[in-house]
């Protein structure tokens, strides 16, 4: 008999594989129906090695709060601690680690989720991302780690809560998306609950939160996932036939739709985003992967850790050549760039004053996608 730990993960495999539906009436193309990746090579000693060596750094990183900071800071919730704290949650699960282990890891992660619920308060109407000033990025990557652990606990009393409040998040991420918009920033999702405009940036955290927390048993309606397809569209960079498909089979998402910046990483949360929602073949899916072939990440590059996060989700999702091609690369940059602490140190913009534990979390998740723990992650 499976230990109870294993147990668990084993039944949030069978839920997400079996029981995905979210947009169509009934259900999703199941996860079956999703490009495999039977053909992969093993998990290499070397990223292994790389993996422990992050696992270890990012437990060192656990403050007094029992949030994961890059230094100490006095407050009870530290500026993002929350949304870096559950990405670290998420990165340390993905490769294996669970909250209900009798381990160093499991002892953490138990740790880090009492400060989530204990200490990440949310407002009255359930948004999270005012707690830690992170805003609806914070509100989004919270509310996908909350779906991804329920069930994940050993305390019965945390899981309701968890559950509670997963439903009040998504209860806010399908009012901030009926937000009166434009046509072009219809269906997508901004900074603040209000915003009147749409990113793809911040749009790909609901996305997922709202997949992740169907997986989960939560009720998501077919209409707020069919909007969400149609605004992320509207931000592949082509030209469109009589028939509304796209004429440029080699195109970039960019930022916001129909204009903004057109980078690896816009293409990337845009080809993830739609396959999230079930879109494997659909052709802005297939035309930004075949894009990304040819401008993958760089590491100077803006957002280059975020970016890198999304493409090897993304194109992991494709499958065949451009899964392997994305693997191959992902690991040999990951792998150089990562420190003798085991850490990794973001260079760049903006990216650089969200701190190393920021950029390992992803690194790691960007490294866990053949480790199938996780089951927004699987296919």
Known sequence: MLP???????????????????????SLPSQAQAPGDAEAPPISPAVKQSVDRAVAWLLQQQR???????????????????????????????????PTD???????????????VDNVVPTDTGYL????????????????????MVGQTLDDEMDKKIRSRLQRAVDVIMRSQDVVKSEANRGGWRYEPGSSDSDISVSVWQVMSLRAAKNAGLDVPKEAIDKAVEYIKRSYRSDRNPDGTPKNMEAAFSYEPYGGRQTFSTTAAGILSLQVCGEYEAPE??????????????PSEAWFFYGTYYYAQGMYQRGGEQAAVARQKTEQMLLELQQPNGSWQPRNGNERSAGPVYATALALLSLSVHHHFLPIYQK
């Open 102 to 116: 009798p381990t160093p890891e499991g002892r953490s992660l138990n740790r880090a989720l009492r400060f989530m």
């Open 4 to 26: 109870h730990s294993l147990q668990k993960r084993a039944t949030r495999f069978l839920v997400s594989v079996l029981g995905a539906g979210l947009c169509v009436g009934s």
């Open 129 to 148: 991302g005012q707690a830690d000033r992170s805003r609806m990025y914070g509100h989004g990557i919270m509310s996908l780690m909350y779906a991804e």
């Open 64 to 98: 007094a709060q029992g949030c994961y900071l890059d230094e100490n800071r006095g407050d009870a919730v530290p500026q993002h601690s929350g949304a870096i704290t559950s990405l670290v949650i998420m990165a340390l699960s993905s490769v294996g680690h669970m």
């Open 285 to 298: 899916v297939i035309g930004g992967a075949n894009f990304l072939m040819k401008n993958p990440p760089a």
